[in-house]
DNA sequence: GATAATTAGTTACAAATGAAACTAAGTCAA
DNA sequence: TTGACTTAGTTTCATTTGTAACTAATTATC
């Protein structure tokens, strides 16, 4: 029995469930395009060095600012306080990070590479950048621009919707 | 290639970890926007249905085309056949979808959606469309397609860089 | 037609993630 | 001071998710 319905097929009226097409669903194509992208950057980090997301994100973060306290890699990397306790466990444990406590202020940390994480991290950075570059690769520099920029104007729309829920 | 430094800000070198910038790498852009719009549309299927994001999109699959296997289902979503198998399963609990085995292939199933399942995706649709619309406000018609066609560029090259590793 | 190889779907286990409770330290106000 | 409140960071527990192994049914091969 092959699975030929007696057709109630076009019985669908326009603004009904009926035509509604996942794959053409804006937040769809959103994920599936993260998806993608994600997967890119994390063969590099997870894969080649075994880093999590929040590990590579905490290490970024630090390489340019030199020290800084967990709450501040918070507001830096736009993840919560948990994944970066969670992310200065792992790194320390690899050796990449040293983790002090700052003397005026002894419930604050202070979070620097060790010379280890500097030299991963040395090695890495051209990595993502290249892979940065392969993933633009056929866009014009305008439409990487609009590109950005279109995202960043759908993402504050995306957060204003969060603050006033329906 | 316009971001070459020929200052030297403090000890850092052009092309160095130093000054790499995560909140302008653009993974890190993608992943950012993906998480408002993600949790844009989890407030409505999750918060307002109870869904899980496999069940809302089985669902959404479900609703168009009227009967399908789960292996076709995961054609159509993207989602892998153990996501879909647990849709399915949290779905049938809840009484919005019906499983039979289909005739011809008895590993095969055949799913829809019940009367129940189809009612709720009727009072859905309409609320996740209106999302969709509210998230692409103060876009025009041409951007809206321009940023389509980019994510879709970027994708692309992302997909092609999984099949062909460093 | 027996048996090897595939395919559909499920289950089981491990790792990742999120929310909430918790500990420790610091601030404020009386 | 002392007690209430806030802040920094950690731990715990429940849920989600991903990978791999598995069962059952079908197809291919000899």
Redesign the interface.
């Known amino acids: 029995?092959?699975?030929v319905?007696t057709s109630?097929?076009s019985e669908t009226v326009p603004?009904?469930?009926?035509?509604?097409?996942?794959?053409s669903?804006?937040?769809?194509?959103?994920?599936?395009?993260?998806?993608?992208?994600?997967?890119?950057?994390t063969?590099?980090y997870a894969t080649l060095f075994g880093l999590s997301v929040s590990e590579w994100?905490a290490m970024?973060?630090l390489?340019?600012d030199q020290a800084m306290s967990a709450s501040e890699l918070v507001a830096?990397?736009?993840m919560d306080k948990v994944n970066v306790s969670r992310a200065v466990q792992g790194l320390r444990k690899g050796g990449l990070l040293k983790r002090d406590i700052d003397g005026d202020d002894r419930r604050r940390s202070v979070l620097r590479l060790t010379e280890k994480g500097?030299e991963t991290?040395?090695t890495?950075?051209?990595?993502?950048?290249k892979?940065?570059e392969?993933?633009?690769?056929?866009?014009s520099s305008d439409?990487r621009d609009?590109?950005?920029r279109?995202?960043?104007?759908?993402?504050k729309?995306?957060?204003a919707?969060?603050r006033t829920?329906?």
């Not at 392969?134 to 866009?139: A, F």
């Not at 279109?150 to 993402?155: A, F, S």
């Open positions: 029995m092959s699975d319905e109630e097929r603004g009904d469930a009926g035509d509604f097409d996942l794959e669903f804006f937040p769809y194509l959103v994920r599936v395009y993260y998806r993608s992208v994600s997967e890119s950057v063969s590099i994100r970024a973060v390489g340019t830096r990397s736009s500097r991290l040395r890495l950075v051209p990595l993502v950048r892979l940065e392969e993933l633009l690769e056929g866009l439409e609009t590109l950005i279109l995202m960043e104007k759908v993402r729309n995306a957060d919707l969060r829920p329906h």
